[in-house]
């Protein structure tokens, strides 16, 4: 039996890695990069804006690079590694002039800190790089409170929200978390539970046109339990999600509709209120 | 949901058994009851993080260091089993498998096999395999009982009839012992026991799996809650033990840790009813256990993920079901949808090396990477990576060489233009802003209809002006 194992030497055998310390956070830097990601860029780009404000509020100057596309996740968890690859390099070699990286998503914040790693494992030199990226990344949430620290007054009426947070965001950013002490600041704002909280909400990137009925599925629970929250709103740090949800809802022809947390929090403490 | 795709044509994929169980609610109800539940008790069962977390790294560096050494333990294993008077067999194939037990029960012209709950059994698909040569094979335990009373295979590894309820156990054991019904859980399962309580007396053989084969000692570990398989292990004159090769540790000593993580992770148990530890046959001054215990170690494409230093540690596995309890593609669609004896995220991703990714070319996709099963796994198997890398093997052309067992099952030079369009798109910033300006611009032209993603959401409206144009216009900087 154990010629079955010949090539076995040669290949050690994996041990999962270390449990991640709790990230210990720089002072808040002068400038940061946004990089506002492919789904914000076109379907939510005021959101993005919303960011942008939201740290210019805190006296950072905000660097928006026109050459940014996409981090490189749809092609990555399709399995093209070698165009998920590519791409990231482009926003790999945009991204290497120190500056601390904010992203108003966490599953793409989560490709730069999470997967580029695994995107160029081959590749020790620039491995390097990924691991000063990932050094730098923060999500938006992640970034205010604990970077910016931020220390807010709620100008908005009393309301009562339900938060979405992203898988990926969970569980590789700790977003929800984060997201929870955020709205926590503000003195006007409840954040109701929903049913099955940490569920997916059935996106998964190109999940959703690949097995569309089992995606369906698991968004009609989603924006069930999230309306049966008695929410006024859903709010997300997440765009893919916030894709997913508004489309289902719409599609149901529901009112009820989430929207991106940088625009939620840009006008609680802004007191801008949009149309 | 929608039913617009052709079902006929699918019912042989995942996504065409997917629509078959997303459209009946009592399946649904089921998984979704049982699931909750069963999610909740792992989550009582583990109430201190700390204590959790520090025992799934033990658990993984358990299984990591066992599977570094998997060739020697199992020599080590069959001197010991072997020294015990256990007799130990090698099968590389399920049909080399069968083979051994058929002439084992042969040599003995038994026809009657009662059997202990044995998911590698399944793998062998030992029922028919018996069947066929005339030797009735009896599942004891009650939910296997169950599913094979009703002609079905198991739809979760721990608890095989989970997709049925009370009221339908009922009517299948009216229908088919012609019993009254009754909707009393504790009568039902008497009803089971009379029946079973007299197979194992009659039997000629007695099957089992092994939860852990300990090297050292080179003792057989079972565990399970129902006695059937204490009964079947000792009542019947020959006991013979399927499983698969990676189920070797190395001393008792490792076992305490992996049994917990276990019992805890499956069921939300402590531990188990009975833990079994078989060490050998009836010694001469013993008055019982069975005459003649055999061990049958199966491969089945298990040695082809050990190859991989990635996809081996796929081997890890303990069984204990927890990834399919937290998922929520297998809590809609059920076990019977992925159409192999492993169900769920763990099956997604081992059933590939057993039957070869062009047998299943769904399995890698049907996820939506949201990672629940990798954060409950006790062996802290990177499921979703396991996962992303099987996609990387399902999409590679044959020039590529697939590392994984008929693997390239989802190549397409259609596919592989699109996202060589979607990189050269996402590397050329002058041409992504043409993209977004004509996006922006003319997005509401795009068609309604825009494939399977409208058949759950309103058609996408790119916003009137891109990230990129707000950003420059209200950073009023220009190219930086």
Redesign the interface.
Same mark, same amino acid.
Request: charged share 25%; with cysteine; glycine share 6%.
């Given at each position: 039996?154990?010629e079955?194992?010949y090539?076995?030497a040669p290949?050690?055998?994996?041990?999962?890695p270390e449990?991640p310390r709790p990230r210990t956070y720089p002072a808040k830097p002068a400038e940061v990069t946004?990089f506002?990601t492919?789904v914000?860029?076109?379907?939510?780009?005021?959101a993005?804006?919303d960011a942008?404000r939201l740290l210019e509020r805190e006296g950072i100057r905000?660097?928006?690079?026109?050459?940014?596309?996409?981090c /490189?996740q749809?092609?990555?968890?399709?399995?093209? !590694?070698?165009? $998920?690859r590519?791409?990231a390099?482009?926003q790999l070699n945009l991204l290497d002039n120190g500056l601390p990286v904010v992203v108003p998503s966490g599953s793409c914040a989560g490709m730069f800190r999470q997967h580029y790693r695994?995107v160029f494992a081959e590749e020790p030199d620039t491995l390097e790089r990924v691991e000063d990226l990932a050094e730098r990344t923060f999500e938006l949430t992640e970034f205010l409170l604990h970077v910016c620290k931020v220390d807010w007054q709620d100008l908005g009426q009393p309301t009562q929200i339900a938060l979405h947070t992203s898988?990926?965001a969970r569980?590789?950013m700790n977003t929800h978390l984060h997201a929870r002490e955020l709205l926590g600041k503000l003195a006007n704002v409840e954040r109701l539970d929903h049913d099955h909280e940490?569920?997916?909400c059935?996106?998964? /990137?190109?999940?959703?046109?690949?097995?569309?009925? !089992?995606?369906? $599925?698991?968004?009609?629970d989603k924006t069930r339990s999230l309306r049966e929250s008695g929410a006024a709103e859903m709010v997300t740090a997440d765009g893919g999600c916030l894709?997913?949800i508004n489309?289902?809802l719409?599609?149901q022809k529901q009112t009820f509709r989430g929207r991106h947390l940088a625009s939620f929090l840009w006008e609680r403490v802004s007191g801008e209120v949009k149309s | 949901?929608?039913q617009r795709?052709p079902v006929k044509e699918l019912t042989d994929s995942?996504?065409g058994r997917?629509?078959g169980a997303?459209a009946d609610d009592q399946l649904r109800t089921n998984f979704r009851v049982a699931m909750d539940s069963l999610m909740k008790k792992r989550a009582d069962a583990f109430p201190d993080e700390e204590e959790r977390?520090g025992l799934r790294?033990l658990g993984?560096?358990i299984k990591?260091?066992a599977?570094?050494r998997?060739?020697?333990l199992?020599?080590q294993l069959e001197t010991r089993l072997t020294a015990n008077g256990v007799k130990v067999h090698?099968a590389?194939t399920t049909e080399e498998a069968n083979r051994i037990v058929h002439s084992i029960i042969e040599a003995k012209q038994g026809s009657q096999v009662v059997k202990g709950k044995s998911m590698v059994s399944e793998e062998m698909e030992m029922n028919d395999y018996l069947a066929e040569r005339n030797i009735e094979c009896l599942e004891s335990d009650m939910g296997e009982y169950i599913v094979q009373l009703d002609g079905e295979k198991p739809s979760h590894i721990i608890m095989p009839a989970i997709h049925k309820n009370r009221f339908q156990v009922s009517r299948l054991f009216h229908d088919k012992l012609g019993v009254d019904e009754t909707e009393d859980v504790n009568e039902l399962i008497q009803i089971g026991r009379r029946t079973l309580r007299q197979k194992f007396l009659e039997a000629d053989v007695g099957v089992s799996g092994v939860n852990f084969a300990i090297a050292e000692t080179g003792t057989l570990l079972l565990v399970e809650n129902e006695g059937n398989g204490r009964m079947s292990t000792t009542a019947p004159p020959v006991h013979i033990a399927v499983t698969g090769?990676e189920k070797v540790v190395e001393n008792l000593r490792d076992v305490v840790p992996l049994l917990s993580l276990l019992t805890r992770s499956a069921l939300g148990q402590p531990i188990t009813t009975y833990v079994n530890m078989i060490s050998g046959p009836r010694k001469a001054d013993e008055l019982d256990g069975p005459e003649e215990v055999h061990l049958v170690?199966l491969?089945n494409g298990r040695?082809g993920a050990?190859?991989?230093?990635?996809l081996?540690?796929t081997l890890n596995c303990i069984r204990c079901g927890a990834c399919m309890n937290h998922c929520?593609?297998y809590t809609?669609?059920g076990g019977h949808t992925y159409g192999e004896v492993y169900p769920g995220p763990i099956g997604k991703i081992i059933t590939p090396h057993m039957v070869g990714l062009h047998k299943v070319p769904?399995h890698?996709?049907?996820?939506?990477?949201?990672?629940?099963c990798?954060?409950v796994c006790p062996v802290?198997i990177?499921i979703p990576?396991m996962l992303?890398r099987?996609?990387?093997?399902?999409?590679k052309s044959p020039a590529e060489q697939p590392k994984v067992k008929d693997g390239g099952a989802?190549y397409s030079r259609k596919e592989?233009a699109i996202?060589?369009f979607?990189?050269s798109?996402?590397?050329s910033?002058v041409i992504?802003?043409l993209f977004?300006w004509g996006?922006?611009r003319f997005g509401k032209l795009a068609p309604k209809n825009v494939?399977?993603?409208?058949?759950?959401?309103?058609a996408?409206v790119?916003?009137r002006?891109?990230?990129?144009?707000?950003?420059?216009a209200?950073?009023n900087q220009g190219?930086?």
């Open positions: 039996m154990s079955l194992f090539d076995a290949n050690a055998t994996r041990v999962a449990r946004l506002g492919c914000m860029d076109l379907f939510f780009p005021e993005g804006l942008i905000v660097h928006f690079p026109q050459e940014q596309s996409c /490189g749809p092609a990555w968890t399709s399995g093209y !590694v070698n165009e $998920a590519e791409v390099r482009a695994e898988c990926s569980r590789e940490s569920e997916c059935g996106f998964g /990137g190109t999940f959703s046109v690949r097995m569309p009925e !089992v995606s369906g $599925a698991m968004v009609l894709l997913n489309g289902s719409e599609k | 949901m929608s795709i995942f996504r997917a629509v997303l977390e790294e993984n560096h990591a260091r599977l570094s998997v060739p020697d199992l020599e090698w590389e090769i170690l491969d040695s050990f190859a991989d230093a990635q081996r540690q929520p593609v809609r669609v769904d890698p996709s049907a996820s939506s990477l949201c990672g629940a990798g954060e802290k990177p990576e992303q099987l996609r990387q093997e399902n999409v989802k592989r996202w060589r979607w990189a798109l996402n590397t910033p992504y802003r977004l996006a922006t494939g399977p993603w409208t058949e759950n959401h309103s996408p790119p916003a002006r891109s990230l990129h144009d707000l950003a420059k209200h950073l190219d930086r």
